[in-house]
Antibody, heavy 118, light 112 residues
Framework: QVQLQESGPGLVKPSQTLSLTCTVS??????????WSWIRQHPTRGLEWIGY???????????FYNPSLKSRVTISIDTSKNQFSLNLRSVTAADTAVYYC??????WGQGTLVTVSS | DVVMTQSPLSLSVTLGQPASISCRSS???????????LNWFQQRPGQSPRRLVY???KRDSGVPDRFSGSGSGTDFTLKISRVEAEDVGVYFC?????????FGQGTKVEMK
């Protein structure tokens, strides 16, 4: 059974870049056609879909970003490490949230809390 | 973005009794392929969300059959036929028809 695990700093300073990695175990990230997402859960604003990468195995993947974050977000995939990553630039306190990596909305990581503070 | 509005926001239920959560979208969730991409998630305390239902009424693997989804267009419902103690948590509807996908604000279910 596929499992996802987020990793990265739990504290990021304002204006810096938030970088998270999701490690996929129990299956190959390139074995089939899935969409690999990042979704975050704000303490008060609820769940927000940041974006996803759609990987078909034969291409580097197509990315889709929430327009509200598009100018600051990059999602990428590394098939050699069985991982996909999130970079969110120029963070502010409003980016403080629990970040989840997700496969196809059906498989979720445990989530990682990222706090933006100086 | 499509706004998903759930009601009630809080629900106090009796063990073994039914429960129902409503979700309304600000626009139709029927996609051009004819499929309605409406999901329901459960989030137990301290856990990640877990999808229970997709495409309005299809249960995910391992989801008890006491959970059922229904609805069409802009109005949807999640029903629990007989609430069990393990059903305590927050339930979210979520639409995947229009990008970006959006979530309801959540309905907190607790035991009386």
């Amino acid at each position: 059974q596929v499992q996802l695990q987020e990793s990265g700093p739990g504290l990021v300073k304002p204006s810096q870049t938030l970088s998270l990695t999701c490690t996929v175990s129990g299956g190959s990230i390139s074995s089939d056609t899935y969409y690999w997402s990042w979704i975050r859960q704000h303490p008060t604003r609820g769940l927000e879909w940041i974006g996803y990468i759609y990987y078909s195995g034969s291409t580097s993947g197509s990315t889709f970003y929430n327009p509200s974050l598009k100018s600051r977000v990059t999602i990428s995939i590394d098939t050699s490490k069985n991982q996909f990553s999130l970079n969110l630039r120029s963070v502010t306190a409003a980016d403080t949230a629990v970040y989840y990596c997700v496969r196809d909305l059906s498989t979720w990581g445990q989530g990682t809390l990222v706090t933006v503070s100086s | 973005d499509v706004v998903m509005t759930q009601s009630p926001l809080s629900l106090s239920v009796t063990l073994g009794q039914p429960a129902s959560i409503s979700c309304r979208s600000s626009q139709s969730l029927v996609y051009s392929d004819g499929i309605t991409y409406l999901n329901w998630f459960q989030q137990r305390p301290g856990q990640s969300p877990r999808r229970l239902v997709y495409q309005v009424s299809k249960r995910d693997s391992g989801v008890p059959d006491r959970f059922s989804g229904s609805g069409s267009g802009t109005d949807f419902t999640l029903k629990i036929s007989r609430v069990e103690a393990e059903d305590v948590g927050v339930y979210f509807c979520m639409q995947g028809t229009h990008w970006p996908g959006t979530f309801g604000q959540g309905t907190k279910v607790e035991m009386k």
